[in-house]
């Protein structure tokens, strides 16, 4: 990324572009290696400089009208631009002109599972991801791909990750049963408990005093310290049994997937029923302010629910695209990345209900499970296959200038 305290420079440069018919000899002359040390930022931003030219020139023919910032993308890796420069350059280009841009460019495919990855989480502090396969957990170095340590269980298939706020301890949930406490930095088990059967998710609360876990037919929570002091939070009525469970941002509920429904169980032991007219599927999402909820249906639509009152607060179809896992809030608030097929992954602008899609698929598989965010919001992991797929999600300013003009 180009560095923030040179974002206004390379924007008035840009804005030249639109004005005069600045060149790239003069962005050249201005964006030294002072300026921007990296090479291939320092392209990236004569680019957009470029990009800027071309649009002035581009919107005095008659009839034109200004890019699409999708095939500007795609005219730079053309002419031989890594995907990642290529979408920094357009980055640029839009939030000068005021054009909304997003896209999703592949990172880097991180092997060397023994099997599947059924999870993935990312470490609050974002140093570590975390992902679950057969029996092992995998703890990795994102920046390099390279792997920190490896735990044995000495148990089952994992189904599920979370970690604690602080980011020095992991739970993990099985197939047959066991949820387990870590100490990350050495590696070894502090806490165990069994429960009668499968786990299909573990969740910490924010404060982390609380580890909630869901069975098919119970939601238990406990201190993560004393897992055997688990009690259980609610039980199933009838056959809608229990999916997944996420703690509320404040700490002050639990949301629960049923078959049928989403239920809010509050720490006053309130029940909220989140309905709507197509069941949920797999995972609740909570927005960061704990005001709503949101997960995919089984149509392949997403909901959004206001978390306080169980009404409907919006509702998001995507044409052509199968929804593999639920969305995902990212950390501010203001996108939903979803795994889908056959994208991979998908990013959901809730405000303009824009679908940002990535610059090309990186796999011949599709993502294999439910996408997570880095904590400053610009990058994601998903699994795909027996491997991580990470991601750099580039997208244009809030504080754009004036749309490019049009002619006539």
């Not at 679908?355 to 996408?371: E, F, K, N």
């Amino acid at each position: 990324m180009v560095p923030n305290t040179d974002i206004n420079r390379i924007r008035e440069l840009v804005a030249e572009g639109r004005q005069v018919h600045t060149d790239a000899q003069v962005a050249q002359e201005r964006l030294t290696p002072s300026v921007i040390p990296d090479p291939g930022e320092r392209r990236a931003a004569i680019a957009a400089v470029e990009l800027g030219v071309a649009t002035r020139l581009g919107s005095t023919e008659p009839g034109t009208d200004p890019p699409d910032p999708q095939s500007l993308v795609a005219a730079l890796t053309a002419e031989g631009f890594a995907d990642l420069p290529a979408a920094h350059a357009v980055a640029l280009w839009a939030s000068v002109f005021g054009v909304t841009f997003g896209v999703l460019v592949p990172e880097r495919l991180t092997a060397g599972h023994d099997a599947g990855v059924n999870a993935v989480a990312w470490s609050p502090g974002g140093e570590v991801i975390a992902s679950g396969t057969d029996r092992r957990i995998w703890l990795w170095n994102p920046q390099a791909g390279s792997l920190i340590r490896s735990i044995d269980t000495g148990g089952a298939s994992i189904t599920s990750l979370s970690w604690c706020g602080d980011g020095t301890r992991l739970a993990s949930g099985d197939v047959d049963g066991a949820v387990l406490i870590w100490d990350t930095s050495a590696g070894r088990k502090v806490q165990s408990y069994r429960a009668p059967e499968e786990i299909w998710s573990v969740a910490w609360k924010p404060d982390g005093t609380q580890v909630v876990w869901v069975c098919s037919n119970s939601v238990t929570s406990a201190p993560p310290d004393e897992l055997s002091r688990a009690r259980e939070i609610i039980q199933t009525v009838g056959d809608a049994p229990f999916d997944e469970a996420a703690w509320s941002p404040t700490g002050n509920a639990v949301a629960v997937t049923t078959l049928e429904s989403i239920l809010i169980i509050t720490t006053d032991g309130i029940v909220v029923e989140l309905t709507s007219t197509d069941a949920p599927r797999s995972r609740p999402t909570w927005s960061p302010d704990g005001r709503y909820v949101a997960s995919a249906l089984e149509s392949g639509a997403i909901q959004v629910w206001d978390a306080a009152t169980g009404a409907e607060a919006g509702h998001l179809s995507i044409n052509e695209i199968v929804l593999i896992d639920s969305p995902v809030y990212s950390p501010a608030g203001a996108y939903l990345a979803v795994a889908a097929d056959p994208s991979d992954l998908l990013v959901v602008d809730l405000e303009r209900r824009l679908v940002y899609a990535p610059t090309r698929p990186p796999t011949a598989m599709p993502a294999s499970g439910r996408p997570c965010w880095s904590p400053e919001g610009d990058r994601l992991a998903v699994p795909i296959g027996a491997a991580i797929q990470t991601w750099v999600f580039v997208r244009s300013s809030e504080r754009g200038g004036e749309p490019p003009p049009r002619s006539g």
